[in-house]
């Protein structure tokens, strides 16, 4: 029977301490480009285990805990505004960079999903000298012109819910309902609700994303997001990776995305919800390859 252990087999696991940050990473070392692998909020690096050891046909792939996440380092938040360098969003980033500096990665694709996405335009946008492709995978921390893109409000508070319910109270019913939230057609293995409820329980990483989900949820988020004038400033290979079962955005996202990103490429994958390469990881897995490879 499948499992995350047997998906990780060859793969290696170990912390990297830069000094500024402590990163937990799953990699599978070789000397093909490197593609760093950012999961959504509340995640860990096993969001990519069912994908590891197929991307490696292709690329160096390197899977992260964000900061707040996972057993990464939890450091204070920054308290600085959207307009302001330094703010917590751009604390991502920085990780991501200082990993980058660590590992001697000079330039890496990135493939960011939800949470993960955001910190990919961030990249794409911001840091092009150190992003050579990104991969927009049900991002988050976009704002679309309305006339054209539907949000999902109802999807928002139904994230909202679940996630401060099973951080305030990590039972396995709750932390299920939270995980079927992302894949609502199926998917949430015991295992993964084991390994939700390990790290969940560490007191470090809890306590952060409570922080964590109170200021994804301010009254100003929005002003933190990246605006359509600013996304039209990606210029690098892009790969839009959307599903047709997303909560929040749904399919008219990954159409605007694809039309305001100049030769973006889009691909749609069907019977999927929010986690797309655990989902349907041998589609993921084939369509981000030949990017990769293009």
């Known amino acids: 029977?499948?499992?995350?252990?047997?998906?990780?087999?060859?793969?290696?696991?170990?912390?990297?301490?830069?000094?500024?940050?402590?990163?937990?990473?799953?990699?599978?070392?070789?000397?093909?480009?490197?593609?760093?692998?950012?999961?959504?909020?509340?995640?860990?690096?096993?969001t990519y285990s069912r994908n590891m050891m197929r991307l490696a046909e292709y690329c160096r792939p390197i899977a992260m805990?964000?900061?707040?996440?996972?057993?990464?380092?939890?450091?204070?938040?920054?308290?600085?505004?959207?307009d302001e360098d330094g703010n917590w969003l751009d604390q991502f980033t920085a990780q991501v960079i200082d990993l980058m500096d660590h590992l001697g990665i000079e330039k890496a694709?990135?493939?960011?999903?939800?949470?993960?996405?955001?910190?990919?335009y961030d990249m794409a946008v911001n840091h092009p000298e150190r992003t050579s492709k990104v991969i927009l995978n049900t991002t988050w921390g976009m704002s679309l012109d309305p006339s054209k893109v539907h949000e999902g409000d109802t999807d928002l508070d139904a994230l909202r819910q679940t996630s401060v319910n099973a951080l305030m109270n990590p039972t396995r019913e709750?932390?299920?309902?939270?995980?079927?939230?992302?894949?609502?057609?199926?998917?949430?293995?015991e295992e993964l609700v084991d390994l939700r409820m390990a790290l969940w329980s560490i007191p470090q990483t809890r306590d952060a994303l409570i922080e964590y989900y109170k200021r994804l949820f301010a009254p100003n988020i929005g002003?933190?997001?990246?605006?359509?004038?600013?996304?039209?400033?990606?210029?690098?290979?892009?790969?839009?990776?959307?599903?047709?079962?997303?909560?929040?955005?749904?399919?008219?996202?990954?159409?605007?995305?694809?039309?305001?990103?100049?030769?973006?490429?889009?691909?749609?994958?069907?019977?999927?919800?929010?986690?797309?390469?655990?989902?349907?990881?041998?589609?993921?897995?084939e369509v981000v390859g030949a990017f990769m490879q293009a």
């Open 65 to 82: 805990d964000f900061i707040w996440h996972g057993m990464s380092s939890a450091p204070a938040y920054s308290d600085k505004g959207p």
């Open 109 to 120: 694709a990135i493939e960011g999903e939800s949470l993960g996405g955001w910190i990919a």
């Open 174 to 189: 709750l932390l299920r309902k939270r995980l079927e939230w992302l894949m609502p057609l199926g998917g949430v293995t």
């Open 223 to 285: 002003e933190f997001y990246f605006t359509e004038d600013e996304i039209r400033r990606i210029t690098c290979p892009t790969l839009v990776l959307w599903t047709d079962k997303n909560p929040i955005h749904g399919e008219d996202a990954a159409d605007r995305l694809a039309e305001i990103i100049p030769g973006a490429q889009k691909h749609i994958m069907r019977g999927c919800a929010h986690w797309p390469q655990w989902e349907r990881p041998e589609e993921h897995d």
């Open 1 to 46: 029977m499948a499992s995350i252990h047997i998906d990780l087999l060859g793969t290696e696991t170990r912390f990297v301490d830069t000094g500024r940050f402590r990163t937990r990473i799953i990699t599978v070392e070789n000397d093909k480009p490197p593609l760093i692998l950012l999961h959504g909020g509340g995640g860990h690096a096993e």
